[in-house]
């Protein structure tokens, strides 16, 4: 049942391990250590939208970023089975993201919201950004029109995703942030100062030189990658489609409270 009002910290560690956005996650061991091979690999559908170049080329340094940031196992051996997110180190992410959030609403920034998880993370985001517009932040408004080879990117609730079939797509790319941002400098308006996001909309927004805060699973590592070398600011551990959007609440509210956005 979801918490009313803001939780505790303690008692959202509780919240986050019981709906398993963290603590044993459904992810399998297996699916992790794929998507790290394949990052190593040069696979680019799992650079997420980044330049990650041949820095990360062995999986044992991917696996010991996401052991140190996200807690998942850190034992090259655990092939197969159980893995894990650390809820301490989710709520820590949090924090950090609160305080840039912070940030923008005492410079009242111009903020973009982006999901390629709209089935679990939409609402989110639209949180968050109705806090930032009430404490006086744009909120950018993206140029209409935008297409990639996937679909149209539009904008629902404040939240920049990606449409096709006239359904809100799940994606991994970082082209859908690019055009946005290169739609923006073509019509002479100002790029965001911050970029919240997740998937290849909040790497592309890093690499391209925005400001990037985000979320990201256990099997998407570049991200956190990105987060150790500076090119996204801050990455947010947890499980981004659990069986109820609602389980994160919760956690919205903490962040908002945080951030000192609570209405």
């Not at 089975?81 to 989710?90: A, F, K, M, S, V």
């Not at 609402?123 to 996937?150: K, N, Q, S, Y």
């Not at 539009?154 to 994606?171: I, K």
């Amino acid at each position: 049942m979801p918490i009313p009002g803001t939780p505790s910290r303690a008692e959202l560690v509780e919240h986050l391990v019981a709906t398993r956005i963290a603590g044993d996650v459904a992810t399998p061991r297996e699916n992790n250590l794929s998507h790290y091979r394949k990052l190593a690999n040069g696979d680019r559908h799992f650079w997420l939208g980044l330049e990650l170049g041949d820095r990360w080329t062995d999986e044992q340094d991917v696996l010991a970023v996401m052991a140190e940031r996200v807690g998942v196992n850190d034992d090259p051996e655990h092939r197969y089975g159980q893995d894990t997110i650390d809820p301490e180190l989710t709520v820590a992410g949090l924090e950090r993201m609160a305080g840039r959030l912070r940030k923008a609403a005492d410079g009242r920034q111009r903020v973009l919201f982006a999901t390629g998880h709209p089935g679990g993370l939409l609402d989110v985001h639209r949180a968050t950004a109705a806090a930032l517009r009430a404490a006086g932040c744009e909120i950018v408004v993206i140029p209409d029109g935008l297409t990639t080879d996937e679909g149209y990117v539009m904008q629902f609730a404040d939240v920049a995703v990606l449409e096709h079939g006239a359904t809100l797509w799940h994606t991994h790319s970082g082209e859908p942030m690019k055009a946005i941002l290169t739609a923006l400098e073509r019509a002479g308006r100002p790029l965001p100062d911050l970029v919240v996001a997740d998937h290849g909309w909040a790497g592309a927004a890093g690499q391209y030189g925005v400001d990037s805060v985000g979320y990201a699973d256990c099997n998407d590592p570049a991200l956190f990658v990105a987060e150790a070398e500076g090119t996204v600011q801050v990455t947010v551990p947890l499980d981004d489609h659990v069986t109820s959007p609602r389980h994160y609440d919760p956690m919205t509210a903490y962040l908002l409270a945080e951030a000192g956005l609570a209405q």
